[in-house]
């Protein structure tokens, strides 16, 4: 997954991070769970990045940009944090 995910900043999700898809059909879903890994640099400014060579919907249609995502801001991230991120 090191080469569908990134941070700015040279940050990261942490060793060993997890994504999962919630509720998905067929393999594809509209939500996926992150749950970080160990030693996460991950801070409320990020972009989290999706290469866009590794999205695709039902019908293989593949997007002309990559997915970005603004990093929420909490009280504070460690490991085992888990956000569900919300497709539209």
Same mark, same amino acid.
């Given at each position: 997954?090191? $080469?569908? *995910? @990134? ?5 990261? %999700? !942490? #060793?060993?991070? =997890?994504? /999962? &898809?919630?509720?998905?059909? $067929?393999? *594809? @879903? ?5 749950? %970080? !890994? #160990?030693?996460? =640099?991950? /801070? &409320? ?14 019908? !293989? ?28």
């Amino acid at each position: 997954m090191t $080469n569908v *995910f @990134s941070l700015n900043s040279s940050h990261t %999700l !942490g #060793t060993g991070f =997890s994504v /999962v &898809a919630v509720g998905d059909a $067929n393999g *594809f @879903s509209t939500q996926f769970r992150i749950i %970080l !890994g #160990t030693s996460p =640099s991950i /801070v &409320a400014i990020d972009t989290l990045s999706v290469v866009k060579d590794r999205v695709e919907d039902g019908p !293989g249609n593949k997007p002309k940009a990559g997915l970005t995502f603004s990093v929420p801001s909490v009280c504070g991230f460690s490991s085992g944090w888990d956000y569900t991120y919300y497709a539209k």
